[in-house]
Structures are given as structure tokens and as C-alpha cells.
């Protein structure tokens, strides 16, 4: 259901820099504090390669930009003055035949790497989980990665074995809020791109604060493409 960008406003402060669906794609660099985050091998697959970027974070919207192309941020993160991360990546699609998917999963990994990198006990017995609705929808909303995409790439990344991390599902509503709220959770997932699970739009503006909640304290939140939040995936019964 269309709950337009007020669920991106209401994090955020304002709309994300909304440019043509159909914007030019454009090559992916390294931003400053990308040449500090990534090994310099982690990223060989992504670095040059083209992304359409149309949903980039407009300015004071993020605290760290790692990628980026020349219409603005492909992968940037907001720590909404707090210890954790929300993650995003600001665009739909890229090169090649799969639209970009292994470009999307590997911008995922690199970056959990770098992050496991920098912060080594920071996800030592914590679970990573991608939502994965019971009876949900195969893929998301502008975006080139199946759910079961998103978890084969992070069952095949080292990162969390190396942090000591455990990887789970969340299969509804009432587990991802539990998970929101929970110290247990490191890491959290949502692979649907625009969809957001949530039963209405009022509860769709509560789980936002559970949201910003989680990550002020200390957890790391991915959305993976295009304008986040833009509706609520209203669970089947």
C-alpha cells in the first residue's frame, strides 16, 4: 500500500533527492571515506561499473557516503546521532545481464566486511537477519536482488563468521519488531527496496521509530534500493 515519502521525512527530516526514473547510468567510484572503509580488493567486481542512481540521500541526510556516481550517493549510511548504521542503497538497478544483482549483494558484503574490519567485537554473538516474510513476495520493489538472493550472499560472506555473528530469518511483523527492540540483533535486512512490512500507516510510522531506536543504540539497518519506506507491505494472514 502507498504511504508516499513520509516515512523517509519522518527519519530524515525531509524527501531524498528524487531524479528520473529512467536517469543515465553512470560509473561507481570510491568516495573519500570509501578508500578508507574497503580493502582495496574487496570492491574489484563493483568499482567502474555502471548504476543507475535515482534515489540518491540528499545532503545532511547521511553521515557516511561510500560509493557514489555523478548523480549523488549509490551507498550511504545515517547514524541518527546515535552508535549504529542505516544503510541504503540509492538506486534500482545496474549493469548486465541480472540488472546489477551481484553489484547490489556485493556493495552489501564489501561493506559488512569493512565494518567487521573496523569494528571487530561489535557483532561477537549478535544475530544478522534478513526479513523474509512467511508467504511474502519473492523479491522487492526496485530492487534487483531476490529475498533468497540477499541470503545466499551472506551465507557465502565471511564477515559474520569472522565477527562471530550467528545469521537467522524473520518471517513477520511481529519478529521483526521483536528484533527492533531486542540488544540481540546486529544486523537487520530488509530486502523488499521500497516495501517496508508493516500493517498500516500509522503502525508503519511507529516501526520507523522503532527503527531509528534500533540503530541510535547500536544496530545496522540495510535498505536495498530505491526510496525507502515508500509503502508498507501489508503481511497476508
Known amino acids: 500500500t502507498n504511504s508516499g515519502p513520509k516515512g523517509y521525512e519522518q527519519l530524515f527530516g525531509g524527501p531524498l533527492n528524487q531524479l528520473g526514473d529512467n536517469q543515465p547510468m553512470a560509473p561507481l567510484s570510491l568516495t573519500e571515506a570509501g578508500r578508507e572503509w574497503y580493502p582495496a580488493e574487496t ?9 543507475t542512481v535515482n534515489r540518491p540521500s540528499a545532503a ?4 557516511l557516503s561510500l560509493l557514489e556516481n555523478a548523480n549523488g550517493p549509490a551507498l550511504c549510511a545515517y547514524d541518527f546521532g546515535g552508535k549504529g548504521l542505516l544503510f541504503r542503497i540509492g538506486g534500482s538497478n545496474a549493469e548486465g545481464d541480472d540488472q546489477g544483482r551481484d553489484i547490489f549483494t556485493a556493495m552489501m558484503t564489501a561493506t559488512m566486511q569493512g565494518y567487521v574490519r573496523r569494528n571487530p567485537d561489535a557483532l561477537r554473538d549478535k544475530k544478522i537477519a534478513v526479513i523474509a516474510l512467511r508467504n511474502g513476495p519473492a523479491k522487492g520493489g526496485w530492487t534487483p536482488v531476490a529475498v533468497d538472493e540477499w541470503q545466499r550472499a551472506i551465507t557465502k560472506s565471511s564477515f559474520w563468521r569472522i565477527a562471530g555473528a550467528q545469521l537467522t530469518t524473520i518471517e513477520n511483523v511481529t519478529q521483526m ?9 546486529g544486523m537487520i535486512l530488509n530486502p523488499y527496496g521500497e516495501w517496508f512490512p508493516s500493517h498500516s500507516a500509522e ?6 521509530e522503532l ?3 534500533y540503530v541510535k543504540r547500536g544496530g545496522l539497518w540495510w535498505e536495498t534500493g530505491g526510496y ?3 509503502y508498507f507491505l501489508e503481511p497476508k494472514t
Open 43 to 51: 570492491l574489484s567486481n563493483v568499482l567502474g561499473k555502471k548504476m
Open 60 to 63: 545532511g541526510q547521511y553521515t
Open 177 to 185: 519488531r521483536a528484533a527492533m527492540t531486542s540488544d540481540d540483533f
Open 203 to 208: 503502525e508503519l510510522t511507529a516501526d520507523l
Open 211 to 213: 527503527l531509528r531506536a
Open 228 to 230: 525507502p519506506f515508500y
